[in-house]
């Protein structure tokens, strides 16, 4: 049984059970800035866990892609050399939202696992654990399914703490948690494989004998701060079953990387290194971490230097350098994105749609590393210089690992070759300390300010500014709940219905009034719950009260007008740069828009100016804006596009403008696209790699820039005594004056340098029969400092020369060694020398070095002291 047929048998049997199938979440969660990545199944069901939000359905069934790369999941290096660790997986999962508990789903499990239904698996080769004050689950599954005591093992508290255990749950340190049950396969049951390990909660269980291949856990329970368990009342079941380590059940392996999809992988690996597949872990590692560097791009991530980004950027670097063990020094990496689109694109269809994208940001990265490893060298050679010793410290290995990506083994090789070592335990303190940091940076928190318990909130926003009768369901001051608020007070409203926008699809929050609170931001408590946050101006107000809710409209308008364009020049970026342009964030207020948007390099002038075009023609025909809400699958099929970072509940909306753009959008805007006015794009930038940001104004915000910069031009054709009309060919004028002025300061210059190196020949002294001129100047720098260097040479023939000038607190150091000394004598060692007496280091070749400083009150004595560095180098 292949991996597509495991993942679709399980998701055929739980259906027929009556979950409803849900489709994968991206990997980068949906508004949950708690989580790095998708790292299970639940991940997408959390809000529902927790009682934000509800769904049409009780019973779920999904295949989840996960990725575990950073922080709490973080098993990067062990990836490769272990069986089963990957940094991208797929969990197949059933969920039940207060329908069934702890009867059903071990029945749904053992059926499916041990049956023709799902995979005949014999029944003698499992063995189950509960948690070990779970007597409910214990007796269910000895009397209800026939589980042998002997193959039911209890699992205590065995991390270090009460309810911190392998066998119970928890969502964070307080909220939503219970027991789990396990079951664990057998792969050598008769010992004949050899393979090392013992069941769980035994000393050896860490073996390859025993797998875990289904964990259900049962929440049942609501932890408080102080340890507190209070019994749920709707108890939910979680499952979790890996689809690599049950396939390679499936395919008589216990190792994940022998089944299909990593047979095909491995083999393009060997082919393009010219090998036999498996013949090393670096062929495993690149077949890994392609699946997680293109998904992940596919889902909108693109390598940095910082968050996800730099997660990613990790991966693929530890990719590359695997390939450059194998001997490929050329990018490889891009080319496997299409053995792995033929291997997943029928199960993962936006592999297929983004193919050409993925393939460029690899292709882009593997170029940009290349130049990293040569800055590497360069950081790597400046600390070797700079060292007091033989070691090269600990932090300087892990900043050229961690923040540059260079190869640690490289770094060792070349400690190696110039009869140095590295301070490896340095290195494993500062990586210690950054997995903490990391772990940290990625907890997993449930922890809320608002507790609100009734009911959502209607907006009635999209048909107008005002609710005469709106009624305060809840007030809040300092996140607790009270029954008033007075003049003065600071505090959170909940209405029963609104006309308010809360900020969500890069729409920021309305402003406004609620009686006499003014309203200074607006934003989603949980689910559908708004709160207005803002201060009591006059009077008071009390729950159960009737007022009037009113929403500034100026405020309101230009941000309708602001959303509306952006959905347009989503439209036209797409129209003009091509269908890879996806949205990767935006933000929307009433002064403009910005505009995040996948593309490999800065827009041309002419592409800007088209995409503009296009925008005003949209105006100008000022179609009608119109909205319609219906299922999510129906949406999409009807050509509506879904936004970056965004989360979508089975019911959306869809935000249809003529024939010129459909988009899932739950914002306010426009009525007809002529209400926009004007269209300006005001900034293109980049903002990481592969991701380009557009600004835009506009209506009056688009007119008034249009006059700001008239103003500017008018300011500047005045300074220059110019009309506007002729201020380009008078700048033209005076560019060409002062490139002739720059000619002639450089011809004095060297006339400078020239009289100066007669002058300094003369100071040359011998030093052990070589010799040296070790000199201060004054007047004298930059090219006119190289080109007196190249004088000194031809005239003294055999020399080592370090000449050294200051200007202001700014010190330029160059140092020359004639080529028949170059062999005792390196120019680089002898301006680090000098540069480090003035503040400074610097570098290059043998023959020509230079550096800078910032101690210019010390380059005399620096000076004077070259004479016995060089005698000791003689």
């Known amino acids: ?90 969990m197949l999962g059933n969920f039940s939202f207060g329908d069934y508990f702890k009867k059903d789903a071990i029945a749904y499990a053992w059926e499916f696992i ?48 009460p309810y911190a255990s392998d066998n119970f749950w928890a969502m964070g340190d307080t909220g939503p948690c219970g027991p789990c049950t396990e079951i664990f396969y057998d792969h050598d049951p008769d010992g004949s494989k050899g393979i090392f390990g013992g069941p769980p909660g035994s000393p050896d269980e860490d073996g390859d004998r025993w797998i875990e291949i289904w964990n259900v856990v049962f929440m049942q329970f609501d932890r408080a701060a102080d340890g507190t368990m209070t019994p749920l009342a709707k108890p939910c079941v979680d499952t979790g079953m890996g689809l690599e380590r049950v396939t390679a059940l499936m395919q008589g392996t216990n190792d994940n990387y022998q089944i299909d999809i990593f047979q095909q992988l491995v083999g393009e690996v060997a082919r393009l290194a010219g090998q036999k597949p498996y013949a090393n872990a670096s062929q495993k590692v690149i077949a890994d971490h392609i699946r997680a560097t293109a998904f992940l791009i596919a889902d909108g991530v693109l390598p940095s230097n910082e968050g996800r980004g730099y997660v990613l950027r990790r991966i693929m670097r530890r990719a590359i350098r695997h390939g450059y063990k194998l001997g490929l020094n050329e990018p490889f990496f891009f080319k496997l994105v299409a053995p792995l689109t033929q291997i997943m694109g029928d199960a993962y269809p936006q592999l297929r749609a983004q193919q050409a994208q993925i393939e460029q940001a690899i292709a882009h990265e593997e170029d940009s590393f290349a130049v990293t490893l040569d800055k590497g060298m360069k950081l790597l050679d400046d600390a070797i210089a700079q060292m007091q010793g033989t070691q090269i410290p600990g932090e300087v290995v892990f900043k050229l690992y961690d923040t540059y990506g260079f190869p640690l083994d490289l770094t060792a090789d070349i400690a190696r070759e110039r009869q140095l070592t590295m301070d490896e335990v340095g290195y494993e303190r500062e990586m210690t300390a950054q997995r903490q940091r990391a772990r940290a940076a990625s907890k997993f928190t449930t922890a809320v300010t608002i507790v609100y318990e009734g009911a959502d909130t209607c907006f009635v926003g999209y048909d107008g500014l005002r609710a005469d009768n709106a009624t305060i369901l809840a007030l809040y001051r ?45 934003q989603k408590i949980k689910g559908q719950v708004f709160g207005h946050h803002g201060v009591v101006q006059s009077g008071t107000l009390t729950v159960g009260q009737s007022v009037t809710a009113t929403v500034t409209e100026s405020i309101r308008r230009a941000t309708m007008r602001n959303h509306s364009a952006t959905h347009l020049l989503h439209r036209a970026l797409r129209d003009v740069l091509g269908a890879h342009v996806a949205q990767k964030g935006s933000l929307v207020n009433e002064s403009r828009t910005r505009f995040d948007f996948s593309h490999p390099q800065a827009m041309t002038p002419l592409q800007i100016a088209e995409v503009e075009d296009r925008v005003n023609r949209a105006i100008l025909a000022n179609v009608a804006v119109s909205a319609e809400v219906m299922p999510y699958d129906d949406a999409i099929k009807a050509g509506a596009m879904a936004l970056f970072g965004e989360k979508y509940g089975d019911q959306v909306r869809v935000l249809a403008m003529g024939g010129y753009s459909t988009e899932l959008c739950g914002g306010t805007h426009v009525t007809r696209t002529g209400d926009i006015g004007l269209f300006k794009i005001v900034a293109e930038s980049g903002v990481a790699a592969g991701v380009r940001r557009v600004e835009a104004v506009t209506g009056e915000n688009a007119l008034a820039y249009l006059r700001e910069r008239e103003d500017v031009l008018r300011r500047a054709a005045g300074l220059l005594k110019a009309a506007p009309d002729e201020l380009a060919n008078k700048i033209e004028h005076l560019q060409e004056h002062a490139r002739a002025l720059e000619k002639d300061l450089g011809a004095l210059k060297d006339k400078l340098a020239a009289s100066a190196g007669g002058d300094l020949t003369a100071q040359a002294v011998e030093v052990k029969g070589v010799k040296l001129l070790a000199a201060q100047v004054e007047g004298i720098e930059g090219g006119a400092l190289r080109g007196l260097l190249d004088q000194l040479k031809q005239k003294l023939g055999s020399a080592v020369i370090v000449i050294g000038t200051a200007s202001g607190d700014k010190v330029s150091l160059i140092a020359g060694v004639t ?42 004595a620096a000076i004077a002291s070259v004479a016995e560095w060089l005698a000791g180098k003689l």
């Open 1 to 90: 049984m292949n991996s597509n047929e495991v993942r679709a048998r399980f998701l055929e049997y739980f259906q027929s059970k009556g979950h409803t199938l849900v489709a994968s979440s991206p990997l980068v969660p949906g508004n949950d800035p708690t989580l790095l990545f998708t790292n299970a199944g639940m991940v997408q069901f959390k809000d529902v866990f927790t009682g934000q939000d509800q769904r049409p359905y009780q019973r779920a069934v999904s295949s989840q892609k996960c990725v575990r790369a950073g922080g709490k999941h973080n098993d990067l290096e062990n990836v490769g050399y272990t069986a089963r660790h990957h940094t991208f997986f797929e």
């Open 819 to 860: 080529a028949d000394l170059t062999g005792k004598v390196k120019a680089g060692e002898l301006v680090n020398f000098v540069a480090s007496q003035v503040g400074g280091k610097g570098g290059g070749r043998p023959d020509m070095a230079q550096a800078g400083g910032t101690q210019p009150q010390a380059l005399p």
């Open 114 to 161: 041990t049956t023709e239904v799902g995979l005949n698996i014999d029944p003698k080769r499992l063995l189950v654990t509960v948690y070990h004050s779970d007597d409910e689950a214990y007796e269910l599954w000895r009397d209800m399914i026939g589980v042998p005591a002997d193959r039911i093992v209890r699992i205590g508290d065995n991390k270090g703490a």
């Open 478 to 522: 300092d996140g607790e709940a009270v029954q008033a608020l007075n003049a003065g007070d600071h505090g959170i409203v909940v209405l029963d219905n609104t006309p308010f926008y809360a900020e969500g699809g890069g729409q920021i929050g309305d402003k406004g009034t609620i009686g006499g609170f003014a309203v200074v931001d607006t």
